[in-house]
């Protein structure tokens, strides 16, 4: 089952403009992480923020982490038709083994118009 | 380049065959994870190894199967195939007990006839 579910499921925008994609996840989590996916290929990891952190920057990068909602937003600033991909969140816990799982979201579809 | 790589890249098979798909972890990776990734979704988590045994599964049958070897290089093998196995399969290496990133593979894609 999915443990998280991004907001809005697809998105585009002209180039050079914002982009912010949300994610809310059900249980309590170590950390949050953002990955992207390029069509029908492997994901990248993007960005990676701790239950105790709030905020976090990479570059065009912002994460934000509100742990009393449930809930995570990505900021791309200054979009670039090279943004174009697919948006993952995924939580990560751990599990009944003692090792940290990484459960990913349903994703946003992110369409960047040069 | 994440220095995980995943063999087949594409492959059909027909409903009742067996498949078994392979990935050589990052250098120094000890722990190699498997999703499943259906079309339009996110990935399924399936399982995990860690030191040649299964430390970790999600909601898959056991005709859903692995290995890892003393290399930390993996397969995943499906018996009794099914339509809706019809995926692009992940593998994805990390560092146990480290919390940090996955390092995924480009996945091998099946296709079932």
């Known amino acids: 089952s999915q443990q998280g579910e991004e907001d809005p499921q697809a998105l585009s925008i002209q180039e050079g403009e914002n982009a912010t994609m949300n994610c809310s996840y059900k249980?309590?989590?170590?950390?949050l992480q953002w990955y992207r996916q390029n069509s029908g290929r492997g994901l990248v990891h993007l960005i990676l923020?701790?239950?105790?952190?709030r905020e976090k920057h990479s570059g065009r990068l912002r994460v934000t982490l509100d742990t009393s909602k449930k809930s995570s937003s990505l900021l791309i600033t200054a979009s670039r038709a090279a943004d174009t991909a697919s948006y993952f969140c995924?939580?990560?816990?751990?599990?009944?083994?003692?090792?940290?799982?990484?459960?990913f979201g349903t994703g946003t579809r992110l369409t960047i118009i040069p | 380049e994440t220095g995980v790589t995943q063999s087949p890249t594409h492959l059909i098979k027909t409903r009742g065959q067996q498949v078994t798909l392979r990935c050589s972890s990052q250098s120094g990776h000890n722990t190699v994870s498997w999703y499943q990734q259906a079309l339009g979704q996110g990935p399924q988590f399936i399982f995990q190894?860690?030191?040649?045994?299964?430390?970790g599964r999600g909601n898959f049958p056991p005709r859903f199967s692995g290995l890892q070897f003393p290399n930390y290089s993996s397969e995943l093998n499906v018996n009794a195939l099914e339509l809706d196995d019809s995926a692009l399969y992940l593998c994805?290496?990390?560092?146990?007990?480290?919390?940090?990133?996955?390092?995924f593979g480009e996945g091998s894609r099946l296709t079932v006839l």
């Open positions: 994805a290496s990390s560092l146990q007990g480290r919390s940090g990133e996955l390092f």
């Open positions: 923020i701790r239950s105790n952190e």
């Open positions: 249980t309590s989590i170590n950390n």
């Open positions: 995924a939580t990560a816990r751990i599990s009944n083994f003692g090792n940290e799982k990484l459960t």
């Open positions: 190894y860690y030191r040649e045994e299964e430390n």
